[in-house]
T-cell receptor, first 115, second 114 residues
Framework: AQTVTQSQPEMSVQEAETVTLSCTYD???????LFWYKQPPSRQMILVIR??????QNATENRFSVNFQKAAKSFSLKISDSQLGDAAMYFC????????????FGTGTSLTVIP | DTAVSQTPKYLVTQMGNDKSIKCEQN?????MYWYKQDSKKFLKIMFS???????INETVPNRFSPKSPDKAHLNLHINSLELGDSAVYFC?????????????FGPGTRLTVL
């Protein structure tokens, strides 16, 4: 089974600064999808950004962008101009293109935003 | 127009009781899931159904029994509740193939066993 590793259980960032959350994964597949989910204190899981492995261009959604390094099996999330509302748990997830109904989640990174 | 809904959102019960959590999705997805999130926020897959058929059944006590009456519903029944069952349970759905869709999650059910 694929594994997803988030090596930073906790991170903090000053408001308006930039922070990068790490994610690595292990797979032998060439086609797959990667996601970052945000879970604020309300506990609702919200999709932040997605990346298709066949695309070389890094995905961007407003202040959120990823650094996708396929060879290194790395998928980090960069949050620019951090806001208080960004404080949440962030989960990295992997979805196989072969077995499309199986998702693998990392253990999460708790992000604190300091005013 | 909620995509994935769960009821109830909170459930407090005594040890030994039997309880159910219901989940419905109106996205037309063919796959539904149950996850357990413990106090450390780890998300653990419990079950997955594709078109009403069980496809993922992780190591979960057989006190937990999922039931999918149709592909839009996946309920979770728990017998003889134990203290360790206290957690947040998430239902989710996705489309299996030919799609880049992510999983859509319900709001979660916080189960507290006293």
């Amino acid at each position: 089974a694929q594994t997803v590793t988030q090596s930073q259980p906790e991170m903090s960032v000053q408001e308006a600064e930039t922070v990068t959350l790490s994610c690595t994964y292990d797979t032998s597949e060439s086609d797959y999808y990667l996601f970052w989910y945000k879970q604020p204190p309300s506990r609702q899981m919200i999709l932040v950004i997605r990346q298709e492995a066949y695309k070389q261009q890094n995905a961007t959604e407003n202040r959120f962008s990823v650094n996708f390094q396929k060879a290194a099996k790395s998928f980090s999330l960069k949050i620019s101009d951090s806001q208080l509302g960004d404080a949440a748990m962030y989960f990295c997830a992997y979805r196989s293109d072969l077995t499309g109904n199986q998702f693998y989640f990392g253990t999460g990174t708790s992000l604190t935003v300091i005013p | 127009d909620t995509a994935v809904s769960q009821t109830p959102k909170y459930l407090v019960t005594q040890m030994g009781n039997d309880k159910s959590i219901k989940c419905e999705q109106n996205l037309g997805h063919d796959t539904m899931y149950w996850y357990k999130q413990d106090s450390k926020k780890f998300l653990k897959i419990m079950f997955s159904y594709n078109n009403k058929e069980l496809i993922i059944n992780e190591t979960v006590p057989n006190r937990f029994s999922p039931k999918s009456p149709d592909k839009a519903h996946l309920n979770l029944h728990i017998n003889s509740l134990e203290l360790g069952d206290s957690a947040v349970y998430f239902c989710a759905s996705s489309q299996e193939s030919g799609s880049r869709d992510e999983q859509f999650f319900g709001p979660g059910t916080r189960l507290t066993v006293l």
